[in-house]
């Protein structure tokens, strides 16, 4: 049974038959790939008429605020945090005057907390923490058990923090970077090729696949016959 | 065996002097070696049914266009359409094409059975083959036996799409040599009227980012009958795709065809269907009626189809029974689900047409060109169309 024929029942029968199975693209990879995909909003259901909703860019406080947040707040005011190019660049006040809020920053739009209401503790305050504990630089976990010596529980024996390296979070291929092999955990290592070939020779385009092709597992004359051997009929 | 289709004539006794005339007139290799490819006989279609299958030719073709773009920039679809890695950075990187223009020379392939009910079976959206024996061969044969032939325009179409295209080489591998992909890019750039080089693409290598000939020249705008996926297989492939993402070589087919081309696309749609994505109404009406149940795992209960996302000339399709198990498999064609993923489909039904050369069943190819649905191909065969299948004509009857 589709979306768009039973609106107003819960999400969960649109996953189902009229018997009351699953769809069967949900029994596959694919099916789900396409369902998150449509999850993250990048395409709208079959019975979504009006996607551009205008109270949806709005900021809005999170549902638990309290009544003294409330009567504080005003969705007019920018709540997003300052960024800090535009500050710079000095100009940013009068030529853009409202950044458009993108999925997955948090800018105007976002749902907001306010944080200097009636707890007491804001920005400033954890800026001043952060001044304290972290002496002015950025956090670095070794800096601080350098100067603070910790002990594993129970034991004498100290707390020797983890090191990380440039190559610890490198999760894409980078030229020129040496890796440790994947296969073998105890020596060698890998230079990476370049990210990209840039040039072949002659042959290169078309060799091996026609080849590949033409290699069929029957020994008919039609498959050896020259329309077919090596060709690339769609 | 009634059906819509009617086979007419008998094979003329100098079958020789009309394979030298064929080959005169740009069709070569309708003998082969022994065998006749070319069957001397015409498959006769009714004019509602040819209309019926050019409406749903245009219409499908738009919701495949629109579930390509909705592909576009999302890797993990890329990856599980059967997409190889090396092609991935142009899709993202280089511009889509205007709707319905993502390839300019595809064929979609159906299966219309006896009682005319038509399935897509398949679109061959990158490098199909069949053209010489559409464009040249079909209308020739219908004008000789007095039938319509919707073929008369694909030339002019080819005109129309290279006009806008303009490439200044046109690549096949062995070109020279292998008669059927010769013949097709020499009969396209006569049919375009263009002054186009034919090349190899044997010949050709990338020099820093530059696609140069055989002489060293460069080549900047290329139409190659060379498959894309097959550039995560050739030493060259590398090469070649960063030739087109850094601007240097504009490739006909475009890059984005691969999209139309692999099978998991069937998968891609049939899926948003049942999810009811993306489509809307007129356009689920389309899928239900043309489209056959398409997933990349098995979950059929009665017999179904399994064939590469990239599989050609019937290579790679395995027949499969009511209860799951392995009916027949091709056995002509390179296997091609040895390099990528598998599609699943549900089995439909091909009209079977009594010919001299026996009983079998008939294939129907659909051209598009330039974006719009012109030119029948007929390929009559066995239960898998492969490559041991024939060329049959299909000409047009006119409604009495």
């Keep these: 049974m589709k979306w768009e024929e039973r609106p107003d029942e819960p999400a969960k029968f649109k996953f189902l038959t009229k018997d009351g199975k699953p769809l069967r693209i949900l029994s596959t990879s694919l099916g789900i790939a396409l369902l998150a995909n449509a999850a993250l909003g990048s395409v709208s259901f079959a019975a979504d008429g009006d996607a551009g909703d205008a109270e949806g860019d709005q900021p809005k406080l999170v549902e638990w605020s309290t009544e003294a947040v409330k009567s504080y707040f005003n969705p007019a005011v920018d709540w997003g945090l300052p960024d800090l190019d535009e500050t710079t660049d000095g100009n940013a006040a009068e030529s853009a005057p409202t950044p458009t809020p993108t999925p997955g920053t948090v800018t105007q739009g976002s749902t907001i907390v306010i944080n200097n209401g009636s707890s007491g503790f804001g920005w400033d305050d954890l800026l001043l923490y952060h001044l304290l504990f972290n002496q002015g630089s950025a956090y670095s976990s070794s800096s601080w058990t350098s100067s603070h010596t910790t002990y594993y529980e129970g034991t004498t024996k100290p707390y020797k923090e983890k090191s990380f390296t440039s190559e610890t979070f490198q999760n894409k291929p980078v030229a020129g970077s040496v890796v440790r092999p994947k296969t073998t955990s105890r020596s060698g290592s890998v230079t990476r090729r370049s990210s990209k070939v840039t040039s072949s020779n002659p042959g290169g385009i078309g060799g091996t696949s026609s080849a590949l092709s033409a290699s069929s597992r029957s020994s008919s004359a039609k498959s050896s016959g020259s329309r077919s051997s090596g060709g690339f009929g769609g | 065996m009634p059906g819509v289709f009617e086979v007419l004539g008998r094979p003329e006794p100098d079958r020789d002097a009309r394979v030298a005339l064929l080959k005169e007139l740009g069709f070569g290799w309708a003998d082969l070696e022994d065998e006749a490819y070319w069957l001397d006989q015409i498959v006769a279609m009714p004019a509602e049914l040819y209309g019926e299958l050019e409406t749903a030719s245009a219409r499908l073709w738009r919701i495949l266009d629109k579930a390509a773009r909705y592909v576009v920039g ?327």
Excluded at chain 2, 78 to 102: K, Q, S, T
Excluded at chain 2, 159 to 172: K, L, M, S, T, Y
Excluded at chain 2, 385 to 392: D, K, L, M, P, V
């Design chain 2, 74 to 400: 999302k890797r993990e679809l890329y990856g599980l359409l059967g997409i190889p890695e090396v092609l991935w950075d142009m899709l993202d990187l280089l511009p889509l094409p205007p709707e319905g223009l993502i390839s300019r020379y595809a064929r979609f392939d159906f299966a219309v059975s006896g009682d005319g009910e038509i399935k897509l079976l398949e679109l061959n959206a990158d490098t199909p083959t069949g053209y010489v024996e559409a464009a040249i061969a079909t209308p020739w044969l219908c004008r000789e036996a007095g039938l319509a032939s919707p073929n008369e325009r694909m030339a002019s179409r080819v005109a129309a799409a290279w006009g806008e295209e303009r490439p200044e080489v046109a690549a096949c591998v062995h070109y020279g040599t292998h008669l059927e992909d010769s013949g097709t890019i020499e009969a396209l750039v006569r049919h375009s009227g263009l002054d186009v080089r034919c090349v190899d693409c044997l010949d050709l290598w990338v020099d820093d980012g530059v696609l140069r000939d055989r002489d060293g020249a460069p080549v900047h705008r290329m139409f190659a009958l060379y498959p894309k996926e097959w550039m995560a297989v050739d030493e060259g492939g590398e090469a070649l795709a960063y030739a087109i993402e850094s601007g240097n070589l504009t490739l006909f087919n475009p890059p984005h065809s691969i999209i139309l081309q692999t099978k998991g696309l069937q998968a891609a749609v049939w899926g948003l269907y049942e999810l009811g994505l993306l489509y809307d109404a007129e356009e689920r009406e389309a899928i239900g009626r043309y489209m056959l149940p398409t997933y990349n795992k098995p979950v059929f209960e009665g017999s179904f189809v399994s064939k590469s996302m990239f599989g050609r000339e019937g290579g790679s399709v395995r027949l499969f029974g009511p209860r799951g198990e392995l009916e027949l498999e091709d056995e002509d064609g390179y296997d091609a689900s040895e390099l990528f993923p598998v599609v699943y489909q549900k089995r439909a039904e091909l009209a079977r047409i009594a010919t001299s050369a026996g009983e079998l069943h008939l294939l129907t190819g659909m051209f598009m060109l330039n974006g719009e649905p012109c030119g029948l191909l007929g390929r009559a065969g066995g239960l898998i169309t492969g490559n041991t299948s024939h060329f049959i004509p299909i000409g047009v009857k006119e409604q009495e």
